[in-house]
Structures are given as structure tokens and as C-alpha cells.
């Protein structure tokens, strides 16, 4: 996809790139769950997954607002603190000490 759109691509054929599986998420929680909003949001907005109309979006909109809420509610008040918590999830032990 770069190279269509005009970037230089070199290969490196000794590089290694290790994934921790979303672990990076949980080091800033109440960042990453808003950010998470935000892109929900702007991905609606951009491609009217729910519907085109403005009344739909606005319902999406509010739905997401409302669906973050109580996430930050649930991380706040809620001894899990993982935002993560399907497979590639840290263990919930490492995570709490963190």
C-alpha cells in the first residue's frame, strides 16, 4: 500500500518485530478507552456503518458516548483493571501489579 501511494519501501530481511498482544493498551487505560470512542466515532462518521442518515449517526454517536461512560465507570470502580480482557490479554495477576 505504500508503494502505491508513492513511498520509498526498503526491505530489511534480518528485521524481527516482537507483538505483545495489545499489551500497551492497558499501560494508559483511560487514554486508550477514549481513544478507542473517538475512533469509533470517526469510523461511523466516515463510512456510515450504521446508516447514512444524520439521525442514525447522531443514535451511534450517543450509543458510543454512552458505551464509553461505562466503560471508564467500570475501569474506575472495577478491581480488573485490564482494558484487554479476550486472548492477548495480560494475565489479570501481572496486570493488577502494573
Avoid at 35 to 50: C, I, Q, R, S, W
Avoid at 56 to 84: N, Q, T
Amino acid at each position: 500500500m505504500l508503494k502505491q501511494k508513492g513511498y520509498r519501501v526498503d526491505y530489511t530481511p534480518c528485521a524481527e518485530i516482537v507483538h505483545y498482544g495489545s499489551q500497551s493498551v492497558n499501560q494508559h487505560a483511560e487514554s486508550s478507552l477514549r481513544k478507542l470512542h473517538e475512533a469509533l466515532v470517526t469510523f461511523n462518521e466516515a463510512y456510515g456503518y450504521f446508516g447514512q442518515s444524520r439521525a442514525m449517526k447522531l443514535l451511534v454517536c450517543m450509543a458510543i458516548a454512552a458505551r464509553g461512560a461505562l466503560k471508564r465507570i467500570e475501569y474506575r470502580f472495577g478491581s480488573d483493571k485490564r482494558v484487554i480482557k479476550g486472548p492477548g490479554a495480560p494475565p489479570r495477576a501481572r496486570a493488577s501489579v502494573s
